[in-house]
């Protein structure tokens, strides 16, 4: 059951490039799936609350969930000055979380930047149920590489790339798993920059499979009342809606989503405007 | 302990607040967070006759003390709306005002004979103010002659005890004006306020953020320009109820609405806050009227005008 309460932060700290956050959420920490996310709030001058995968969900304090911050904007650096002690409020779980296959496939999950926080503990559930489970971490350049540690420890095998070679192999994440489409049909799970889980539903999609693709679109509410999260999304019918990714997301099935139309209103959508001669 | 009940247009509702149209979807989703039967209803999120894809992304910028949004009333259109909306409502005993939208005056009209069978409306708000349509700028809340005939088609058109409230814009030189025209036309009450028109830039790319390029603007950003809106409006209608809004945050700016004339309040963009915010701003409310003496809600509306308490 999703709900509210003011939690308390049990820790902050570096780790490379983010900020781990551990916060007490009893009673809320029990329904996490990998995928589902965290509306914070922040200081009283930001009216919005931020939005976060959840990455694990551990017994500490009665039940506890941790996240993985960017410092960012205001209200991610506020975040990330907060000390052990201090209180947050939460809505957690929200959102639709990755669907887990019901047999012991290999499964290969795609991480961007700080998008591998929720594939850990996805790849500890995989991995639980007898799947195979290979991590590609991918980044711009060593300084910005995270998570390959925790990867290694939850997984079969890590392949690591930046797009400038200082770290792993030097190119894309989609090269490694080009590679691992074409030795067998393992299901794909991505979670990362847009630009990457289009490329990932591409190239699952050349060798004939859907990559579950977990979404960030901007929020203002988080909780499915504000229409502001929507993508063109394809449904069971053949037809194009704006989606809300806080609801019906943030995970979709990657050939269902018109990746390289994000942002406008695809023509076929229903509902979309007519077009105009005057 | 002040009533917590209120009379508008004839019709009993429970409460003094509601949702806001556009913050709180059809209600289902704040189910989960409070109890809906305990606020004085939940006003739906503008529905027109047929489906509607809304703006492309990005809606929503956040400004200081408040966002703007270009959200373009994306919705399921109102066959739809009932099957699975209203009948939600309905099944939960939740008191359902339905706000509706058209880009023409025969749309709205459409929409009202719709809805005169559906016993479940309790009220309806009609959004002449929409700032996110494309219907070449037209907003039929600018100008008394449209917002007029609005108004006149959908009292026509429903069932004289189901009351209407018309939904204005702050974007005028005088919302007195059209409120009074409003009223002459039939409408029961006025919805105040809808958000004003704002736009921001990309310092980075120097191009407008939003999708829509322009979008309302909300939250407390706004609240002292809608306190203002109730106040002239209640000057020149003093009996006629207002649904006051605009950046309402708690049961103290609530107050202040209820104080420059409204008669019940809505509580929009706090709820993407806090989720529970209409049934806290409803207790802390009744928690104020009740420590300033008032029995029932009815009784501070517009006592601003009356020189306060004495
Ligand atoms: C489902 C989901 C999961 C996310 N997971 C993580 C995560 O694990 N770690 C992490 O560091 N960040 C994550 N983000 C992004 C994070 O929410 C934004 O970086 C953050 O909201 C920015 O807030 P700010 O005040 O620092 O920046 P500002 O730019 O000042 O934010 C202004 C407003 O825009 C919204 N916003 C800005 N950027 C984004 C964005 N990229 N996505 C969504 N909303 C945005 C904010 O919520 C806020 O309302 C996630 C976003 C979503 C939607
Ligand atoms: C995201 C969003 C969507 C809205 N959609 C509608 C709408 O569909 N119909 C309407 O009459 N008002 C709509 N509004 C306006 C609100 O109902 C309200 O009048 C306004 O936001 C001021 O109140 P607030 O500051 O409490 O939000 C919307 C506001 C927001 C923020
Ligand atoms: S963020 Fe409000 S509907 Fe998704």
């Known amino acids: 059951m999703t709900a509210q309460a003011d939690a308390e932060i049990l820790s902050v700290r570096r780790d490379g490039p983010y900020w781990q956050m551990s916060f007490a959420a009893p009673g809320i920490a029990d329904g996490f799936r990998p995928g589902h996310f965290v509306a914070i709030a922040v200081d009283d001058a930001h009216i919005l609350r931020r939005a976060f995968s959840i990455r694990s969900a551990s017994t500490k304090a009665g039940g506890a969930l ?52 929720p594939l850990f503990e996805l790849a500890s559930q995989l991995r639980a149920r007898g799947c195979p489970v290979e991590i590609i971490v991918g980044a711009g350049d ?33 090269d490694p798993l080009r590679r691992i489409l074409a030795g067998g049909h393992p299901a794909v799970y991505a979670c990362g920059p847009m630009g990457m889980l289009q490329a990932v539903s591409e190239v699952s999609a050349e060798f004939g499979a859907v990559a579950q693709c977990a979404v960030e679109e901007s929020m203002a ?13 394809i449904g069971d019918d053949g037809v194009t809606r704006m989606v809300r990714s806080c609801t019906e997301g943030p995970v979709f099935f990657g050939d269902r989503v018109r990746w390289s139309e994000v942002g406008t209103v695809p023509a076929d959508t229903l509902g979309a405007p007519e077009p105009r001669d005057d | 302990m002040t009533d917590p009940r209120v009379t508008l247009g004839g019709v009993d509702f429970a409460g003094p607040a509601f949702t806001a149209s556009g913050c709180a979807a059809a209600g289902r989703e704040l189910a989960g967070f409070f109890d809906l039967t305990e606020i004085g ?15 492309p992304t990005p809606r929503m910028v956040e400004t200081p003390s408040g966002m703007l949004n270009s959200i373009g009333l994306q919705g399921p259109g109102i ?83 189901v009351p209407i409230f018309a939904k204005l814009t702050p974007d005028v030189t005088s919302i007195a004006e059209i409120a009074l025209a409003c009223h002459n036309a039939g409408a029961d009450g006025l919805s105040v306020m809808n958000t004003t ?88 409310l009744l928690g104020l009227l009740d420590e300033r003496g008032f029995t029932t809600v009815a009784d501070a509306v517009g006592i601003a005008h009356r020189g306060g308490l004495t």
């Open chain 1, 66 to 117: 941790q996240i993985i911050v960017s410092p960012k904007g205001p209200g991610t650096k506020w975040l990330v000055e907060r000390r052990p002690g201090d209180l947050i409020n939460v809505i957690a779980p929200l959102g639709k979380p990755f669907r887990l296959p019901t047999e012991p496939v290999p499964c290969v999950l795609v991480g961007g930047g700080y998008g591998v926080a």
């Open chain 2, 79 to 161: 066959e739809s709306f009932l099957e699975n909306d209203l009948a939600w409502l309905t099944d939960h005993g939740v008191t359902a005002v339905v706000s509706i939208a058209g880009e023409t005056v025969d749309e709205f009209a459409q929409l009202a004979r719709i809805l005169r069978n559906e016993p479940a409306v309790k009220a309806i708000e009609v959004n002449i103010s929409c700032p996110n349509v494309e219907s070449r700028g037209q907003v039929f809340a600018c100008e008394v002659m449209s917002a007029s005939s609005v108004i006149h088609q959908v009292r026509r058109n429903i069932s004289s005890d």
């Open chain 1, 221 to 233: 509410c988080g909780i499915g009342v504000c229409m502001t999260c929507v993508l063109p999304v």
């Open chain 2, 41 to 55: 209803g939940v006003v739906t999120k503008s529905i027109m006759l047929r489906p509607r894809s809304g703006r």
């Open chain 2, 197 to 284: 028109l704002g736009m921001a830039i990309d310092p980075d790319t120097l191009r407008p953020i939003l999708g829509g390029v322009t979008g309302g603007l909300s939250g407390p950003a706004i609240r002292p320009m809608a306190v203002r809106c109730v106040w002239q409006i209640h000057q020149v209608l003093p009996d006629v109820p207002i649904l006051g809004m605009g950046g309402i945050a708690n049961g103290e700016d609530a107050l202040q609405f209820i104080a420059a004339g409204a008669s019940a309040v809505s509580v929009g963009t706090m709820t993407f806050h806090d989720p529970s915010a209409p049934v806290r701003v409803q207790r802390e």
């Open chain 1, 142 to 174: 060593a300084q910005r590489l995270y998570g390959v540690v925790e990867a290694r420890r939850v997984s079969d095998a890590v392949h690591v790339t930046t797009d400038d070679g200082s770290a792993g192999e030097h190119g894309r994440v989609t």
